[in-house]
């Protein structure tokens, strides 16, 4: 929850910095999921092929109806968003089941929306020794075979690292992230392992810690990315 019509110009500036650095490999993307309002403003303005737009999250409702103060993926579709997170810590924390996560994704895929799916075990999980049987069980209520897995990434957030400053030991975090994704490919059977995005206190000091971790596969940037100077560290510090 954060930013206003002016917030495009942080936009602005990581649009204009990122085209300065040299970038290994051309696949990569930056994903801007903004406050709903924002969204439809800023892809007016935006004139960029590095950034897309996506939410934070939706309602489970499809289309429109009598749900006064929801947003539908319908919607945010409509407005300019192309991809959206959902089942974030934050929200679950708030009473989001899993059930209703399932529900949102299912309307999110239905709008042909890229869902960026969290999961991730808090600290009490870890210590007890629970994280992978925490992260399937996230994975088995959210998650339907039916659905078109192409358009799923899992964003692994341990809700103990998020804002803390803690994060996972090297070893631990290849443990866990090949984890997701054998267990995702084998209970989907899928071709390919799905994309795996990091999430949990990352900044531009201890970025280049990820960096020789090959499983992960992106990053989802939470605090960092309210400042462009941040947000652009981060990415200058992982290629360096």
Known sequence: MFGDFNSFNIIKSINRSYKKIKIKGKNNKIILCVPNLLINYFKKKLNSNNIILG???????????P???SVSAH???????????????ENRNEGETSHLIKRKIFSALKENLIVIFCIGENFLEK???KTFSILSKQINDSID???????????????WS???????????????????KIFF??????????LTLYGGSVNSKNIKNFSNIDEIDGFLIGGASQSSKKFIDIIKNYYK
């Open 75 to 89: 919607m945010l579709k409509n407005a300019g968003a192309r991809y959206i997170i959902l089942g974030h810590s």
């Open 162 to 180: 998020i804002g803390t400053g803690k994060i996972p030991k090297e070893n631990d975090l290849k443990k866990t992230l090949m984890y997701i």
């Open 67 to 69: 749900y006064t103060g």
């Open 127 to 129: 210590r007890k020794g």
């Open 145 to 159: 075979k039916k659905f078109n897995l192409k358009k799923i990434i899992i964003a692994y957030e341990p809700v």
């Open 185 to 194: 490919k084998k209970k989907f059977k899928t071709r390919k392992f799905p």
């Open 55 to 65: 939410a934070q999250n939706c309602s489970s409702h499809e289309s429109y109806g």
